[in-house]
């Protein structure tokens, strides 16, 4: 059978991109995975990319980026995605060689695609006002939940109550508000705070400076089946952060029964609904709140389990497949 989609398949990864680029790409139909070349994001890409697709242009109809490197020069319509524009809007993440990046290779390169794939209705708001792109041409095709994150299997049990944070440790995931709320917050004193990346010198501060040493515990590089062990045996997940596209991590806490806390800013209230407690990321007397709110009430933790096992229902990689075919099917039919 002939191959009418070639897909980017260098982005797989253990990262967010990579994982929806895995779980999309080994769902398609009619697809060849590109595997060679460069990095996508280097410097040598754009040159080596266009002219791959030069010397396909007779075997494919249309190329599917599931990541944000540029492509300036195509022989063949290409669907682009663009999962947020962290790099541009999130606290302390813009650099003037960003900026640089997405004016003039990003911009460009959204504005010429056939369509833009995007995770969430806040992503695609963002990406219209930076791009002026017409709304018809951006569809959002969200994230899915790995099989491994589920209620049934194995839960964490190291001999103490714990609380989690999943994600890294970029000023935007907010964890010195997340440290000091967790300093204050008016919970049992034998509850610990799991951390999956190493603490910046901000961070290893705080720590001493509210004698957490023996409180916060550091968990890095966790496959993703013990990390579903985590999710099931943390009283609560807490992800107060400042900016995220989508976040996956918050379908996966709730997919394996965990009651959630989560920001009310960007797409997270899109995501959560009505399966988590909101708080303010920017007070840290907010987030606090909710910590106290999440461990302390019984009756709310059973409701967010119940409501987070409903709220999954809505995010699977089979549906995130099934839209993003159908946008290639529109060229590739």
Known sequence: MQKLILADGRWFGTHGIGRFAHEVLSRLKKTEILTSGPPPLSVNNLAWQARYLYKNKARYKVFFNPGYNPILL???????????????????????????????????????????????????????????????????????????????????????????????????????????????????????????????????????????????????????????????????????????GFGIPVIEAMSCGTPTLVSNVTSLPEIAGDAAVLVDPNSIESITQGIEKIVLDTTLRENLIRNGLERVKLFSWDKTAAKVQLVLNGLAS
């Not at 400076?209 to 966790?222: G, T, W």
Request: hydrophobic share 40%; glycine share 4%.
């Open 74 to 244: 195509s022989s063949i319509p290409y669907v682009l995605t663009i999962h947020d524009l962290i790099h541009l809007f999130a606290p302390g993440s813009t650099s003037l060689a960003k900026k640089m990046y997405y004016k003039f290779l990003m911009k460009p390169s959204a504005k010429n695609a056939y369509k833009i794939l995007t995770v969430s209705e806040y992503s695609k708001k963002n990406i219209i006002e930076w791009a002026n792109i017409p709304e018809r041409n951006i569809v959002v095709v969200g994230n899915g939940i790995s099989h491994q994150f589920n209620i049934e299997g194995a839960t964490r049990q190291p001999g103490y109550p714990y609380l989690l944070h999943v994600g890294n440790n970029k000023p935007h995931k907010n964890l010195a508000r997340l440290i000091q709320a967790f300093a204050v917050a008016n919970i049992d004193p034998s509850l610990r705070l799991i951390l999956t990346s190493a603490l910046t010198n901000d961070a290893e501060a705080l720590v001493k400076k509210y004698h957490l040493e023996n409180r916060i515990i550091i968990h890095c590089n966790i496959s993703d089946e013990k990390l579903a062990e985590y999710y099931r045996g943390a009283t609560a997940f807490l992800f107060p952060s400042l900016y995220e």
